[in-house]
C-alpha cells in the first residue's frame, strides 16, 4: 500500500462528464489499496472568468479581495468531486486550504507555501477516506485567502505530498508524460520514462509547459518523486502504478534506473522552445562601474525577470552596447521603466524586438560530454539560422532565434542529437 497525492489540471476538470471520469481514476487508485488525496485545478477557463470580473468591479483592485474571488474555483471543483466520489461509494470530503491549514508568506496572487498541518489530514486518510483539496490557494498569517499564482496547483500537489509523506505525486495532464520536445512540432518525440529534477527544472524554465518550475524546485528540496500522466485514458485503462507517465527523480534514483537498463543513457534530454520573450537593447552605455546596476535595478523593483544579457566589449569612447530579454508582456512595461531612467543609464537608444524564440537544449550528461554546444551551434549554422544571442547553465544552452524559425530550429536539434524515436 502506498500513500499518493493525484492532482488534476484544468481541462480535466472540465464539467460533470470529466469529473465523473477523474472520480473513477481515483476510485481505482484506492481499490488498489492506496491512501489518495486529491489536488484539483479550477474548470478551464473559470480563472480568467474570475479575474475579469475582478478587473470589472475595479480596475485597481485589492490584491487581498482578488484572492478570495479568484481562488472560489478551486473550490467549487474540489466539492464537486467528493460529492462525485461520494455517488460512486467513496468515502471523501474535501479540505480547503484554509482547513488544514495551508499557511503562506509573501504577497497576494504569487504567495508562497511556508507550511502544511497535516495531522488531521493524514488521520483522515488512515481512514480510508480520499482527501480532495483545491489547489493554488492557502492562508496567510492574518487568517486571509492568498494564492499562489497561475500554475500554482502544481505546486500545492507537490507541497501536500510533501507534508502527508506521499510516496508518489501524481500530475495528471492533457498530456502523457515529458517528451524529447513538442510532439506537435515533432511527430518523432519520444516519452520519457524519468528525467531529473534538474533537468525537469530547466525545461520547465525555458518553455516546457508540462508543470509549473516553483512545483518542481520544491519537488527537488523535499524530495518529492512526481509522475506526469495523462487524465485522458479510457476507462478500462490500467492504473497509474502500471501505465508510469514520466518520473521526475533524483540523481540517484536516475543512475538506478539506468543501471538496471530500463532506460538508455542521453546526453540531451529534450529540446524545448519559448515564443513568449522580447529582447531588448541599449545602445552606447557608458562602460563604467555601476552602469549595468542601474539597468536592471529598475528592472528587478518592478518584478520583471530579466533572462539573458548580453554587454559588448567596451569601444574606444568608453561606451558599450548591453541586450537583454524579458517576458514579452512586460516589454512595454520595461521599455517605459528604461526610459524614465534614460538620464541615470545615460543610453542612447533602446532597440526592441519581440518577434523572437528562445530555443534551448537540456541534459544533465552535458556535464560530463563535450561538443553539445558545438553541435547546436553547427547544425543551426547549417540550416541558415541566424543566433541573436546565447546563454548557458552546466545543463542547459539556450539560444535567441528569429520566431518565424522556431518549428525548423526545433526538429533540426531534434534530429541531431538523436532524439527522433525508431520508426
Not at 57 to 82: C, F, I, K
Not at 108 to 127: M, Q
Not at 150 to 157: L, Y
Not at 300 to 328: C, H, L, W, Y
Request: net charge negative.
Amino acid at each position: 500500500m502506498a500513500r499518493i497525492v493525484m492532482k488534476f489540471g484544468g481541462t480535466s476538470m472540465a464539467g460533470t462528464e470529466r469529473i465523473r471520469r477523474v472520480a473513477s481514476i481515483v476510485r481505482r487508485q484506492q481499490a488498489a489499496g492506496h491512501e489518495v488525496a486529491v489536488v484539483v485545478s479550477a474548470m478551464a477557463g473559470e480563472t480568467d472568468r474570475l479575474v475579469n470580473f475582478c478587473r470589472e468591479a475595479n480596475a485597481l483592485h485589492d490584491p487581498a479581495e482578488y484572492d478570495v474571488v479568484v481562488a472560489s474555483g478551486e473550490q467549487v471543483t474540489s466539492g464537486l468531486l467528493a460529492l462525485t466520489l461520494q455517488s460512486l461509494g467513496c468515502k471523501a470530503r474535501s479540505w480547503l486550504g484554509w482547513q488544514m491549514p495551508l499557511r503562506t508568506v509573501e504577497a497576494h496572487s504569487k504567495a508562497r507555501v511556508e507550511t502544511i498541518d497535516a495531522p488531521e489530514l493524514v488521520a483522515s486518510l488512515e481512514r480510508g477516506e480520499i482527501a480532495v483539496i483545491p489547489g493554488f490557494q492557502g492562508v496567510s498569517h492574518d487568517g486571509r485567502i492568498t494564492t499562489l499564482g497561475r500554475g500554482g496547483s502544481d505546486t500545492s500537489a507537490v507541497a501536500v505530498a510533501a507534508a502527508i509523506g506521499a510516496d508518489r505525486c501524481d500530475i495528471y495532464t492533457d498530456v502523457d508524460g515529458v517528451y524529447t520536445t513538442d510532439p506537435r512540432i515533432v511527430a518523432k518525440a519520444r516519452k520519457q520514462k524519468a528525467v531529473t529534477y534538474e533537468e525537469m527544472l530547466e525545461l520547465a524554465s525555458v518553455g516546457a509547459k508540462v508543470l509549473q518550475t516553483r512545483s518542481v524546485g520544491l519537488a527537488m528540496k523535499e524530495g518529492v518523486r512526481v509522475q506526469v500522466l495523462s487524465s485522458f485514458l479510457g476507462d478500462d485503462a490500467p492504473p497509474a502504478d502500471d501505465l508510469p507517465g514520466t518520473l521526475i527523480v533524483s540523481d540517484e534514483e536516475m543512475n538506478a534506473i539506468l543501471e538496471e537498463g530500463d532506460m538508455e543513457r542521453q546526453h540531451v534530454t529534450g529540446i524545448a522552445h519559448d515564443k513568449n520573450e522580447a529582447k531588448i537593447i541599449l545602445t552606447r552605455v557608458p562602460d563604467k562601474p555601476g552602469a549595468v546596476a542601474n539597468i536592471f535595478a529598475p528592472l528587478a523593483g518592478a518584478s520583471i525577470n530579466v533572462d539573458m544579457i548580453i554587454q559588448n566589449v567596451g569601444r574606444d569612447k568608453g561606451e558599450t552596447d548591453v541586450t537583454f530579454t524579458v517576458p514579452q508582456v512586460d516589454l512595454a512595461r520595461a521599455q517605459a521603466l528604461l526610459e524614465d531612467q534614460r538620464d541615470a543609464i545615460g543610453f542612447n537608444r533602446i532597440i526592441t524586438d519581440d518577434h523572437i524564440a528562445k530555443i534551448s537544449v537540456v541534459g544533465v550528461g552535458m556535464k560530463s560530454h563535450a561538443g553539445v554546444a558545438s553541435t547546436m551551434f553547427k547544425s543551426l549554422a547549417d540550416r541558415g539560422i541566424n543566433i541573436q544571442a546565447i546563454t548557458t547553465s552546466e545543463i542547459k544552452v539556450s539560444v535567441i532565434i528569429d520566431e518565424d524559425e522556431t518549428e525548423l530550429a526545433v526538429r533540426v536539434l531534434h534530429t541531431a542529437y538523436g532524439l527522433d524515436a525508431a520508426e
